[in-house]
């Protein structure tokens, strides 16, 4: 009889921000995704996620059976708390241990999570994992392109897969990678080494997309490097600049089916991430500078304008009101803002009812320094519960629930406001409620650069705009504490090869 090799699938997923006034409990865990055994296979089969990605491909292998484990996922935010880490750990460690001989388990993690007194809590897991499994048990992971990661955290296995798209649309795809390998290692099939280096340098990702730019040089020469028999894999991170943790900064990992192969190849590919360093930086226009802008191309398709500082997927509490302000102050005819999160607004839309003027006082509640709420007079024009499936390439088919929308119209402003934050990075965001974005001239989005995977053939153009926010692209507005002293862009280090 063929032998059965037995892999654990599990997902633990937060984005930390170390500046976000919101702490993360373990309710947005559990409100967000977290999913025990079989459940997973329901959330995630035929989703494109990382988790989708190893569902497919262990379904594949005849010789494996899947061993689904503990999923938790939460919205970036502010730090996790010590108290949800520890729940989500136990949970996940309890599982290990019921399942039993494992022959080997496939992790998504994100790789920017902080937890309350821990700076690298993805590297504490690993280690647990490792601990509670038989020795020589293999572990792969996918992460995010925004992790910060540590020599130790990436010393647990060489079998690492970063994505290598932002907007993130190949989550799947490297889910499927770190299961291919995976399963070809159980079967004594596999021989890796790997190469990890840390750069003293945290590029802000406004100016990161895979599209054009300097990380589609990076994105591009890894391709080439991948091309080479003796290169398996290779990860460049852009890190997340929000993370005041001694770890921050942007990496390369490489996968090498020979030592020195893997080790040039990193070092090559370190060098040339450094010398091309000053091209993630870009100057952005004011909100009012950037709708005064909008309005003078007199574009044939809807024209973007991005509030990236409260990009909720980059921490944003979603409800700065800077942008929001201009956009009903000019009160151009076919103009959207959206998403704000304010479920105080849809609860007295919801008292109101549909085709009712309310008065509101919107956004500016959760980080009322970064803009007060804005006082308006209203119609509800539409109410939904919240709940839509993503239609466009990121996570497609993933079930979202925002806790509650409202459609309301200021003026000449359609505005969207949601129960919780979330960046409006899927175009069923709006049309789940009866707006079509398509049909608007102005689109004021709580969004950064992930909802172009699904806007780009929508709209004409996309203007940054710098709006106050915790995610603002001027890491000078940070009061940083605990990442290395040399750091660029606050500081011009120096960095040469080992
Ligand atoms: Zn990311």
Known sequence: MMKTYRIGIAFFYHESHSFSPLKTEISDFKNEGYFKGKQIVKAY??????VGGFLDQLSKEKDIEIVPLLCAAATPSGIVSKEAYMMI??????????????????LALHGAM????????????????????????????????????SEKMMGYTPYHFGFKTYPHTDMYLQGINAARILAEHVRGDASYYSAFRKLPMMPPSINMRTEEGPMKEMIDLAFKMES?????????????????????????????????????????????????REEFIVKLPSAKEGLQLALSLNADKPVVLADISDNPLSCGSGDTTLLLREMIEANVPDSLFGALTD??????????GVNQMVQLNLGGK?????????????????????????????????RVDV?????????????????????????????????????????????????????????????????????????????????PENMWPLKSPTYSLH
């Open 45 to 50: 089969k035929g989703t494109k996620t990382e």
């Open 89 to 106: 750990e136990e949970d996940m460690l309890t599982s290990i241990q019921q399942a039993s001989n494992l022959d080997g388990i496939l």
């Open 114 to 149: 902080i937890v309350e007194d821990m700076f690298d809590p993805e590297e504490v897991l690993m280690g647990k994992i490792k601990s509670q499994l038989s020795p020589g048990t293999p572990i792969a992971t996918t992460l995010d392109m925004h992790a910060n990661l």
């Open 228 to 276: 080479k028999e003796e290169i398996a894999n290779v990860s460049v991170f852009g890190g997340f600049p929000y993370s005041d943790i001694p770890m921050a900064g942007a990496s390369v990992h490489v996968i090498g089916r020979n030592k020195k192969a893997a080790e040039d190849t990193a070092d090559f590919l370190a060098k040339q991430y450094w010398d091309i």
């Open 343 to 352: 479920p105080q607004s849809i609860k007295a839309c919801t008292n109101a």
């Open 366 to 398: 959760t980080s009322p320094e970064f803009g007060l709420p804005v006082p308006v007079i209203a119609k509800v024009i539409a109410l939904s519960d919240g709940v839509f499936c993503n239609t466009g390439p990121m996570n497609k088919h993933l």
């Open 403 to 483: 806790k509650g929308a409202a459609h309301i119209q200021v003026g000449e402003v359609d505005i969207l406001l949601i129960g919780r934050p979330m960046s409006a990075n899927d175009p069923q965001l709006f049309r789940h409620i009866g707006i079509e974005p398509k049909n608007k001239k102005i689109l004021g989005l709580k969004a950064k650069n992930h909802f172009r995977a699904a806007f780009d053939p929508l709209v004409s153009k996309v203007i940054y705009v710098d709006a106050p926010g915790v995610s603002s692209n001027n890491l000078l507005n940070f009061n940083y504490q605990n990442i």
